[in-house]
């Protein structure tokens, strides 16, 4: 069991404690060429000695949603929670996340509070309801572009502590 995996949380390696095996179930970490860099960081941790590092470059208006999770999910509600600490992150529109049934995004479809600017470690969360047919979330590290003038995202941004736990 790998911090609570999956009895108590249906996000395998939500701490970012371990390297991203290539499996189905656990993160799929891109980078876009020079414009957003992602890895792991032992520098700087909400909770245990990882987190994963997003850094925009601050070259383009970036659309990123490269950086996912599937997990498997039974009908009921959960809570989803995650940290984000975010540094000197420009724009209006900035870091969160995206969860969706991606077999049918019209049953689940929700996208949580972006974050800008700099912030300590913040909890980000929100409550998804999956109906029975449901079978698999994709949890997606989003930043969607700006229709801003001033559009180009730099900064820094941090994700740990990320959880899926079912209430009901």
């Known amino acids: 069991m790998h911090n609570g995996y999956p009895e108590s949380n249906r996000v395998f390696n939500g701490d970012f404690e371990s390297e991203p095996l290539a499996v189905p179930l656990d993160w799929r970490i891109e980078s876009l060429d020079d414009k957003v860099e992602v890895t792991r960081d032992s520098g700087v941790a909400h909770t245990g000695s990882h987190s994963l590092r997003i850094v925009f470059t601050g070259k383009e208006n970036v659309s990123y949603t490269d950086t996912s999770e599937t ?8 809570s989803f929670e995650a940290f984000v600490r975010t540094e000197g992150i420009t724009t209006d529109q900035g870091v969160g996340f995206h969860i969706y049934d991606p077999e049918e995004p019209s049953r689940v479809d929700i996208k949580t509070e972006r974050m800008t600017g700099s912030r300590d470690w913040t909890k980000t969360q929100a409550n998804v309801s999956v109906p029975p047919k449901t079978r698999l ?20 941004a941090w994700i740990d502590g990320v959880r899926l736990v079912k209430v009901r």
Do not use: K, P
């Open 137 to 156: 979330l994709e949890i997606h590290v989003i930043r969607e572009s700006s229709l801003r003038f001033d559009s180009l995202i730099s900064g820094t």
């Open 71 to 78: 997990a498997f999910v039974t009908s009921g509600l959960y």
